[in-house]
């Protein structure tokens, strides 16, 4: 039986996906369990248990989780992705209504009215007066699971939209409106836009991506909004360029102390994927590729290792190997494999940046004592058996 700790609440519906006569669910933050499924909780602190083999994020963010940790232990991190894609979009685009009409503002100068309410309104409404998006040009960086929806909505919009992605993937330059002008040149995208918004993921390559130098090229009065991470935007550059009134307006789901005091700032409590809908398919999605991984050894939209799967050849058990991607660990594999009379049956090996998954299903006398001394080969990270179900 599988040890799964809960990290957070999932719906009812998703806890199903829990087979009662396979899984042990624990409502506490253990990691001497065999997965784990988090949501926000930061856990960079934690010490993981050599039993923990897999932590599911309920999110496509995994910035809470030591995912270069993990790697380094033979952990699969999952997430998410594309499962609250449609609630940040649509988010998204409340952010630049608000940017554009002080709908807060607004909101907040009328509830402190309390006499004559009808012809102050009539009086004051001007001081609220803002573009509409309509014929405006809205730049996206990024053009991932949320950034096309936000082109492809802005163009039903009607919007002129321009998008900048190096690294689109197939499927969604297929999903994204012909009405969509793609940029190989961000810089053209910066010049052009009246918004611009960003949704990319947080690493090296996009820290501060949004910088002083990069404000200088946009135009006066653009309007910048963040539904993304922490970290992409230089937020002391912005603020001086909101001081300045390069920047008119900008729009955060990612609220701090600083943002919070800075001039036309509009934080939002972090609500990109809080809705109903988008909780929900998050949490089915972490928990069945955490599911899929224990029971079958099978990897997909994981952030650390690589997709690989398998269908498992009848009568098989299956061992899934973790290693570095160095040469000859196939060698070592085998080698180890054939010395205890082990036969390959099947075979599957995937890289992915540093790190490599083979999926080998076998016939022979296999046990936990052969697996651990697998684990002592340098490189090898991690060694899984999944007994063959058909043999108890």
């Known amino acids: 039986m599988y040890k799964v700790a809960l990290f957070c609440d999932i719906p009812k519906d998703t806890m199903n996906l829990?087979?009662?006569?396979?899984?042990k669910i624990i409502k506490e933050e253990r990691t001497d369990v065999d997965g784990i499924v988090?949501?926000?909780?930061d856990i960079h602190h934690m010490e993981f248990s050599k039993q923990l083999k897999a932590i599911a994020r309920s999110g496509a963010g995994v910035?809470?989780?030591?995912?270069?940790?993990?790697?380094?232990?033979?952990?699969?991190?999952?997430?998410?992705?594309?499962?609250?894609a449609n609630a940040v979009c649509e988010l998204t685009f409340l952010g630049l209504l608000m940017s554009s009409r002080k709908i807060v503002d607004s909101i907040d100068w009328t509830k402190n009215l309390e006499e004559n309410v009808e012809e102050t309104v009539e009086k004051g409404k001007s001081q609220f007066v803002g573009p509409e998006l309509k014929g405006k040009t809205l730049g996206v960086i990024g053009l991932g699971n949320i950034g096309h929806l936000v082109a492809n909505l802005g163009i039903k919009l009607g919007m002129e939209v321009i998008g900048y992605d190096p690294y689109?993937?197939?499927?969604?330059?297929?999903?994204?409106s012909w009405d969509v002008q793609y940029t190989s040149d961000v810089n053209e995208l910066y010049k052009r836009s009246d918004y611009v918004t960003i949704h990319v993921p947080y690493n090296n390559e996009t820290k501060d991506y949004i910088n002083k130098d990069n404000i200088k090229i946009m135009k006066d009065g653009v309007r910048i909004l963040n539904f993304a991470r922490h970290g992409i935007i230089n937020e002391d550059d912005l603020i001086e360029a909101l001081n300045s009134g390069k920047v008119s307006y900008h729009v955060s789901d990612l609220p701090n102390e600083k943002l919070l005091k800075a001039k036309n700032v509009l934080c939002i409590p972090h609500l990109g994927g809080s809705t109903i809908e988008a909780e929900e398919n998050c949490a089915e999605m972490a928990v069945t590729e955490l599911?899929?991984?224990?029971?079958?050894?099978?990897?997909?939209?994981?952030?650390?290792?690589?997709d690989c799967s398998m269908d498992r050849y009848p009568g098989?058990?299956?061992?899934?190997?973790?290693?570095?991607?160095i040469p000859n660990m196939i060698g070592k594999m085998t080698t180890a494999l054939a010395t205890h009379n082990v036969n390959i049956i099947g075979m599957v090996n995937k890289s992915k940046g540093d790190y490599a998954c083979n999926i080998i299903d076998v016939v022979g006398e296999f046990n936990e004592d052969k697996l651990r001394e697998m684990e002592e080969h340098y490189g090898i990270l991690r060694v899984m058996f999944i007994k063959n179900q058909e043999s108890k």
């Open 63 to 84: 910035n809470n989780i030591p995912v270069e940790r993990c790697s380094e232990e033979g952990i699969v991190v999952f997430n998410a992705p594309g499962a609250n």
């Open 168 to 176: 689109i993937s197939v499927k969604n330059a297929l999903a994204l």
């Open 38 to 41: 988090i949501r926000s909780l």
């Open 18 to 23: 829990f087979h009662k006569d396979k899984y």
């Open 291 to 306: 599911t899929e991984y224990l029971e079958k050894g099978n990897i997909t939209n994981s952030v650390n290792f690589p």
């Open 316 to 325: 098989t058990d299956r061992i899934v190997v973790l290693n570095k991607n």
